[in-house]
Structure formats: C-alpha cells, structure tokens
C-alpha cells in the first residue's frame, strides 16, 4: 500500500476472517482467562487490550510506512506528552520546550522543576530552541505550533539535538501523520492528541505516543501502566473505525483552510492571519519542503480589533461553533485570549475548519465579519 487513504483505510486490521467483522467490536474486560504462568498478550486491564492493539498497530503504520514504529495509545494527549516527559527526564535533567505551544505545557513546566528538571524555553520561529540545547536530556517541538502556526526545521533541529545527546520529540496533533512525519524526519518520538483531526469527530479523547525504538516504547508503556493512564476499549475502537476517513478529512479540511486564509488576507481588520498553507506565510517555504504537498493543516489564525469585536464576529458565525479543540468534521473557532493560558491578543481567533463545502464557509465568515464590522461602526463614541 503506497497512498495514505488507502493506508488509512487498512491501517490495523486483522487478517479477514470468515463471518467476522472487518473491525471487530472493542473488548471490554479487565482480566482474562491466566491458566499456569503469568505470560501472554493479555493478562490484565491495565497491561493490554486487542482493542488497543489494533489501534497502536494503525496508528503506527500511518506514522511510519516505511519502517516499524512501535505506538502506545492514551486517555488523552496529555497523558501521552507528560508520559514521553517523566517517563525520560530525571531530577537534574535539562529539557528545551516551546515557548509557544500548547497552553498547559507552563503547567507541566512547574511540575518538572518540583522534580528538580531544568526547564528552558525558546519560540518554535527561526529554529530559536537550537540557542538553549547544550547539556538537554530532550527536546520538545510543536511544528506547527498552536495556537500561533509557526514552524521549524524539524530535521535541523533533531540533527542538532542528536549531535548534542539529546532525545527529540514532536508534537504531531495539528500536521496528522498525514500531514507530516516527525520520525521520518530525525525525531525520535512522534507525540499527539488524538481528540484533534487524528479522530475528528469529537466524541473522543484520545492521545498517542509513536517511536522506532523499542526500549523508549516500554518506558512509555511501563509510565502508562505505573500511572494508570489507559485509554477506554469503545474510545480505542471509535478511534480506529475513525482512521478511515482521515485523508477524506485532511484533503478537504486543508483545501477549506487555504480558501478561508486566501479570502481574509482581503480583510483590512484582519491582522496577524497565519495558515502554512498560505503563499504570503512567514512559514509556508519552510512547510512545503517538510509537510507533505497541500496538507498543511486545518487551523488559521487571526487577530480582530479588540476582545468585543471578536466576540462579535464569533456570535454572528451560522456554521461555525464557537468552542475549544480543532480538528473536527464541523468548524470551530474560539477567542484564545478567554482562557488567559497563551500569550495572544485579546481578538486573535483560532479557527479550526471543518468539512464543509468551502465556498459556504468563507461566505459565512465573510458575512459574520461584516457583521461585526457594521455593529462596531453603529456603536456611538463615548
């Protein structure tokens, strides 16, 4: 299998068998038949799953076709960071993290510096986190970051952090494995959510830990099983029966994405606009030598006048929910600043594009752009 949506579509399964399903139904059990010794696939909930199997098996085809990866799943995509995290870093470790990525890694920050891990931080731009690397034990990339979409050279920066003796590991969730592969590219871990576009359908909680390297896989399956940080057998094969449709999804989110991005950069209050994808990005020569051709995500970014005009364009959106995560079949999209976790202004916009037709998306932006527009010019001056 040479095509990613065929790829998809087979990831995982079991060999066909007479009047069985193509996916069998998930196993709930939390213990199994242990006659004489304690050995075999499955012995306890906690260890094993043949739901989890099928799906890690799936996962870690998409993240590395052309060699073996070995993949443990998660309840979320934070435990399956914090598990690539602890289950590496020991007290009087360094480790290099994005400055800014993900709202809750200033969280896990203060919980590696009570264990007595140094913690030093640099933006994803311009390769800045190559200044801080001597003397880390890992480094951790979020290529594109989110919420603000800036890439790095994820090859350039593993060859460095290798040269150096450190681990890399890279955030996966907003590129997909379909979009980019961090092993491929040096890294030693590939991490993500799976609540985002790997499942995209909003009805799960899901995260992921891939690798090449046998021995890190069982430490980061010994952590998981340590702190029982398991994912659900119906979320694990909810999981995996999603996988089929991913490069359906990806094509069409990607091609809604650049649409949208192309229509705001008309906008004259439209600040700040981001997307990989688009020619006039700051990110986009370095993407297109390291995503893979016109899959450069579903999220854009923007920043509007102020927190009401944003709340505004937000209110007056038709086919866009206004929530957290990205990723999903239907568009979303939040005013970061409300959460008061990432450093933006109080109107940027993360917007996450779903399926729908393209042209129906951008006329309803525009027109909820128009809206709030009109609505800031109809208010008085005080």
Same mark, same amino acid.
């Given at each position: 299998?040479?095509?990613?949506?065929?790829?998809?579509?087979?990831?995982?399964?079991? %060999?066909?068998?007479?009047? %069985?399903? *193509?996916?069998?139904?998930?196993?709930? $059990?939390?213990?199994?038949?242990?006659?004489?010794?304690?050995? =075999?696939?499955?012995?306890?909930?906690?260890?094993?799953?043949? *739901?989890?199997?099928?799906?890690?098996? &799936?996962?870690?085809?998409?993240?590395?076709?052309?060699?073996?990866?070995?993949?443990? $799943?998660?309840?979320? =995509?934070?435990?399956?960071?914090?598990?690539?995290?602890?289950?590496?870093?020991?007290?009087?470790?360094?480790?290099?993290?994005?400055?800014?990525?993900?709202?809750?890694?200033? &969280? !896990?920050?203060?919980?590696?510096?009570?264990?007595?891990?140094?913690?030093?931080?640099?933006?994803?731009?311009?390769?800045?986190?190559?200044?801080?690397?001597?003397?880390?034990?890992?480094?951790?990339?979020?290529?594109?970051?989110?919420?603000?979409?800036?890439?790095?050279?994820?090859?350039?920066?593993?060859?460095?952090?290798?040269? #150096?003796?450190?681990?890399?590991?890279?955030?996966?969730?907003?590129?997909? /494995?379909?979009?980019?592969?961090?092993?491929?590219?040096?890294?030693?871990?590939?991490?993500?959510?799976? *609540?985002?576009?790997?499942?995209?359908?909003?009805?799960?909680?899901? =995260?992921?830990?891939?690798?090449?390297?046998?021995?890190?896989?069982?430490?980061?399956?010994?952590?998981?099983?340590?702190? @029982?940080?398991?994912? @659900?057998?119906?979320?694990?094969?909810?999981?995996?029966?999603?996988?089929?449709?991913?490069?359906?999804?990806?094509?069409?989110?990607?091609?809604?994405?650049?649409?949208?991005? *192309?229509?705001?950069?008309?906008?004259?209050?439209?600040?700040?606009?981001?997307?990989?994808?688009?020619?006039?990005?700051? +990110?986009? /020569?370095?993407? !297109?030598?390291?995503?893979?051709?016109?899959?450069?995500?579903?999220?854009?970014?923007?920043?509007?006048?102020?927190?009401?005009?944003?709340?505004?364009?937000?209110?007056?959106?038709?086919?866009?929910?206004?929530?957290?995560?990205?990723?999903?079949? #239907? +568009?979303?999209? %939040?005013?970061?600043?409300?959460?008061?976790?990432?450093? !933006?202004?109080?109107?940027?916009?993360?917007? +996450?594009?779903?399926?729908?037709?393209? %042209?129906?998306?951008? &006329?309803?932006?525009?027109?909820?752009?128009? &809206?709030?527009?009109?609505?800031?010019?109809?208010? /008085?001056?005080?």
């Amino acid at each position: 299998m040479t095509g990613d949506g065929t790829r998809a579509v087979r990831a995982g399964l079991p %060999e066909p068998e007479a009047y %069985e399903p *193509t996916l069998p139904g998930p196993v709930f $059990a939390a213990h199994y038949h242990l006659p004489g010794d304690a050995a =075999g696939p499955y012995t306890y909930g906690r260890d094993a799953n043949p *739901t989890w199997t099928r799906l890690e098996a &799936a996962i870690g085809e998409l993240e590395s076709p052309d060699g073996s990866a070995h993949t443990v $799943a998660f309840a979320s =995509g934070m435990a399956a960071i914090t598990a690539v995290l602890f289950s590496q870093l020991r007290s009087g470790d360094a480790v290099v993290l994005p400055s800014d990525g993900y709202q809750l890694l200033p &969280a !896990v920050r203060t919980r590696l510096e009570s264990y007595g891990i140094e913690v030093r931080t640099a933006p994803t731009a311009d390769d800045a986190q190559l200044g801080v690397l001597d003397g880390a034990r890992l480094l951790w990339i979020e290529s594109p970051s989110n919420p603000g979409l800036d890439v790095c050279d994820i090859r350039r920066l593993a060859d460095a952090a290798h040269a #150096r003796g450190a681990l890399v590991a890279v955030d996966n969730t907003l590129a997909t /494995p379909l979009g980019q592969r961090p092993l491929d590219l040096g890294a030693d871990f590939s991490v993500a959510s799976g *609540t985002k576009a790997l499942t995209g359908h909003g009805d799960v909680l899901l =995260g992921y830990a891939s690798t090449r390297d046998a021995a890190l896989a069982d430490g980061v399956r010994l952590w998981r099983k340590t702190v @029982g940080a398991i994912p @659900g057998p119906m979320e694990s094969w909810l999981a995996h029966r999603s996988l089929a449709t991913l490069a359906l999804r990806v094509r069409q989110q990607a091609t809604g994405a650049l649409a949208l991005a *192309t229509a705001l950069a008309e906008r004259p209050e439209v600040t700040g606009l981001r997307h990989p994808g688009l020619p006039s990005d700051p +990110s986009h /020569p370095l993407a !297109v030598r390291q995503m893979r051709a016109g899959r450069f995500g579903c999220v854009v970014s923007f920043t509007l006048p102020d927190q009401a005009y944003a709340e505004r364009f937000l209110a007056a959106l038709t086919l866009v929910d206004d929530a957290t995560s990205f990723g999903g079949v #239907r +568009s979303t999209a %939040e005013r970061r600043g409300r959460w008061g976790g990432d450093d !933006v202004p109080e109107g940027f916009i993360r917007f +996450s594009v779903g399926v729908e037709e393209p %042209e129906d998306l951008v &006329a309803d932006v525009l027109r909820a752009l128009d &809206a709030a527009s009109t609505d800031h010019h109809a208010r /008085p001056a005080v």
